[in-house]
């Protein structure tokens, strides 16, 4: 058995949901997996966990997190004394705080993913605390070699580290949900959290600058966050509300409808390390690549190895020249084309879950061969 404990689950939406739920699903093909997950919604938790109840076993934990934490670690050392478990799988450190020392004297091995974020130092109790933990981990398997030189510059000294770059969810055979008004010319999206390093704000100013030059140009924001209210007034302010529709989250059904009419994904991360917010990947580039959009990204955090400048997409190393550089790309169809095929090309090759996988289950076999 593995057991993946995580803070971040379906049906909660965001990358890390995204990425837990696909490893399980594909680790789920190998070996028996149960999920130990915070219970965020009752209802919908039930809804979701229903759905794969013949492919996972998902128990979850509910309270304030505080006594979330011990419920967990309960429910853990129950499971460990009962079954033979292979590892314990955690979606970050802070999922290994309160259980690494339990996991470590039952003889489990472990792996804990890092994803950058999490990995922003705010005090040096806050390092030491992650040092701790992270030490005693067998295993870390970082999101980006970005994110190894994070783990490294924090002064973890486990040796027992790589880079898994996450795989992506290609939804282009699944029915298409139609979303209303989508009839811009272009259509730019960007797929994200509405937070303040993903940028959203640098792609409206580049907006108002080309609708001139693109009158029917449309910007298509899909996800939700505390940036709406701000983005929002921001549209109104630079007088491109015909230009911009806010979609909130979106299912796959409709990211299928969606990228099939895109012609440029836009994401140009900033680095807010300041506020404790680094991008350390970024799927949606490669879920639009399935479709063979190119991704525009900025030269922050892990991005670059998500897009190839020139190759997959364009690698921006100032925000402010964004107006500049999508005009360019704009009105080059061969190279947005080319740039398109390649990103596909790329996607189908290295980040289907089926390949991502199978450096997961090389891990874990090395475990099961010690023991």
């Known amino acids: 058995m593995i057991i993946i404990l995580t803070q971040c689950f379906p049906p909660r939406i965001g990358g890390i949901e995204n990425l837990i739920e696909n490893l399980s699903l594909e680790l789920s093909k190998y070996h028996n997996v149960l999920v130990l997950a915070d219970q ?33 670690l309960k429910e853990l ?22 259980t690494i020392n339990f ?9 804990c993913l890092a994803h950058g974020n999490e990995l922003i130092v705010k005090s040096q109790r806050h390092r030491s605390r992650i040092i701790s933990v992270m030490n005693k981990i067998s295993h870390i398997v970082c999101n980006s070699n970005f994110t190894i030189n994070l ?11 790589s880079s898994i770059y996450p795989g992506a969810q290609n939804n282009i055979n699944l029915n298409e949900e139609i ?21 959203h704000k640098f792609v409206l100013s580049a907006i108002a600058k080309l609708k001139n030059k693109y009158p029917n140009i449309q910007y298509v924001i899909a996800g939700s966050g505390n940036e709406l209210k701000k983005l929002k007034k921001l549209v109104i302010d630079l ?6 529709i806010f979609l909130g989250n979106i299912n796959n059904s409709q990211k299928n409808y969606l990228f099939k009419k895109t ?51 364009i690698i921006i190393s100032n925000v402010y020249e964004l107006d500049s550089v999508l005009k360019n790309i704009l009105s080059d169809n061969n190279n947005l084309k080319k740039l398109g095929e390649n990103a596909k090309i790329r996607a189908e090759k290295n980040f289907v879950w089926s390949h991502i996988i199978k450096k997961y289950i090389k891990i874990i076999n090395k475990f099961d061969k010690k023991n």
């Not at 510059?153 to 580290?161: D, K």
């Not at 994904?265 to 190119?294: H, K, Q």
Request: net charge positive; charged share 25%; aromatic share 6%.
């Open 77 to 98: 050392k129950k499971i460990i004394n009962k079954n033979k478990v292979l590892c314990v799988i955690g979606d970050s450190w802070k999922s290994f705080e309160s």
């Open 263 to 313: 012609n440029l994904m836009v994401m140009p991360t900033t680095d807010e390390s300041n506020e404790r917010s680094v991008e350390g990947f970024g799927i949606s580039y490669l879920e639009a690549a399935f479709y063979g959009i190119p991704s525009i990204a900025s030269n922050v955090g892990g991005t670059p190895e998500a897009v190839l400048h020139n190759n997959t997409g």
């Open 103 to 111: 996991i470590n004297f039952s003889s489990v091995s472990s792996i």
């Open 239 to 244: 007088d491109i509300v015909k230009n911009v």
């Open 179 to 199: 979303i209303e008004n989508l009839n811009g010319k272009p259509i730019l999206v960007t797929l994200a959290r509405l937070e303040k390093r993903k940028g």
């Open 151 to 161: 783990v490294k510059q924090i002064g973890i000294a486990n040796e027992e580290i």
């Open 40 to 72: 965020n919604n009752n209802m919908l938790d039930k809804l979701y966990d229903d759905k794969l109840k013949n492919k996972l076993k998902i128990k979850r934990i509910s309270g304030i997190k505080f006594l979330r934490k011990r419920r967990k």
